[in-house]
Every structure is written in structure tokens, then in C-alpha cells.
């Protein structure tokens, strides 16, 4: 089946250091998505990439996807508490399909 | 504008029971799609709706099955429960067909199994 991987499981960083959190698929995607989780809430969109190699920022989040639309990843520099929380990007294979989540901890 | 609202947001059940949940969608969206979550995973897709009709079905067996009903509401029903059914339920809406655009999550349902 479609499988999106996501790389790494677990983050635990100081406040103020960097994060990337990395998805790859084995084929070629539609778009893809990102997604935050806080504990005990429900997926929130960050953001959709749609072209090859486009890069999005959001502040302190950067967006990137790969030049042959299989790989992805979400840096957030200089991470703060509030950025605590699971990660997913989700890969449109013709339907959304997520990768297992990299969880941030940030120690203040 | 209310989001996506999901009912019942929590439920036990024993092994072998029936169980349905249900799923309003933002208004105006007409697209509707299912997940499981299970604990420390990313969410999995069990089915799509959109205008009414099956637009795409993940890797779940029979015992899920699902509906969209005119006002786009929709239900998730499980058929002969088992302990490995324990999840979190996420109901998703969209505007279009569900291939683009914006996925708007609900809060789920917390459904364990004993």
C-alpha cells in the first residue's frame, strides 16, 4: 500500500535550538501536506506544497519539497515551549495518506 | 462558524459489539473522510465520502463501513469489535473532493475496547 516515512520518531531539543523533521515516499506525490498535533488534540493544517522543489516559510517554519516530489521536511528554527507537540506530513496519493509523526519536546 | 463536531467523544465497549460514530462536517464542505489513530501513530485512512458516494476506502476490513447522508453528516460504524479497534476516531472535512485543500479534523471519538 501507500506509505509515507517519517524520520525522526522523537525530538527532544533545548529552547531556542533548531528542528527538521524529514518525509519520503517511494513514489511520486501529488502534494503534500503538513500537520501539528498538540497532546490530546486533533490534527491542525500548517500547510499544503504542491511543486517541485517549492519552498514555504511561516515564520519560523520552512517547508520544503523535493525536486521529484517524494521527499519533504519542516525546519523550525530557534523552536520555542509552544511548538511542542507531533508533527505528520501526509502524502496525496489520490488520498491523504500520514507519516507515523515526529513528537517535539521542548525543554525551557 | 462551527468546525467539525463528532459524537460521542468517548465510548467502551466490550469485544464483539457494534459501535457507531458520527461526524458533522463544516458547513458547506461536502467532503468527509475517516481516520484511526491509534496511540503514538500518525492517522490512518479508512474511508472518503464525498457528495454522497465512496470516493476511496483504505486498508480496513469489512467490519468498517460507513455513510454520507444529505446534509453531508456521516457515520463510522465497527461490526464485531476487537481490543485492536481501541483508537482515536478522527472525522475530517474538506471543500473539495478531498485530493486538495485543507483537511479540518474534529476532536474524535476515544473508543476502547475491553
Known amino acids: 500500500g501507500q506509505q509515507v516515512m517519517q524520520i525522526p520518531q522523537y525530538q527532544h531539543v533545548q529552547e531556542g535550538e533548531d528542528f527538521t523533521t524529514y518525509c519520503n515516499s517511494s513514489t511520486t506525490l501529488s502534494n503534500i501536506q503538513w500537520y501539528k498535533q498538540r497532546p490530546g488534540g486533533h490534527p491542525v493544517f500548517l500547510i499544503q506544497?504542491?511543486?517541485?522543489?517549492e519552498v514555504k516559510k511561516q515564520k519560523r517554519l520552512t517547508f520544503q519539497f523535493g525536486e521529484a516530489k517524494k521527499n519533504s521536511s519542516l525546519h523550525i528554527t530557534a523552536t520555542q515551549t509552544t511548538d511542542v507537540g507531533t508533527y505528520f506530513c501526509a502524502g496525496n496519493f489520490n488520498k491523504f495518506y500520514f507519516g507515523s509523526g515526529t513528537k517535539l519536546n521542548v525543554k525551557p | 462558524d462551527a468546525g467539525v463536531t463528532q459524537s460521542p467523544t468517548h465510548l467502551i465497549k466490550t469485544r464483539g459489539q457494534q459501535v457507531t460514530l458520527r461526524c458533522s462536517p463544516i458547513?458547506?464542505?461536502?467532503?468527509v473522510s475517516w481516520y484511526q489513530q491509534v496511540l503514538g501513530q500518525g492517522p490512518q485512512f479508512i474511508f472518503q465520502y464525498y457528495e454522497k458516494e465512496e470516493r476511496g476506502r483504505g486498508n480496513f476490513p469489512d467490519r468498517f463501513s460507513a455513510r454520507q447522508f444529505p446534509n453531508y453528516s456521516s457515520e463510522l460504524n465497527v461490526n464485531a469489535l476487537l481490543l485492536g479497534d481501541s483508537a482515536l476516531y478522527l472525522c475530517?472535512?474538506?471543500?473539495?473532493?478531498?485530493?486538495?485543500?485543507?483537511?479540518?479534523f474534529g476532536e474524535g471519538s476515544r473508543l476502547t475496547v475491553l
Open positions: 506544497l504542491v511543486k517541485s522543489g
Open positions: 458547513s458547506g464542505h461536502k467532503s
Open positions: 475530517a472535512s474538506s471543500s473539495g473532493r478531498g485530493n486538495t485543500g485543507e483537511l479540518f
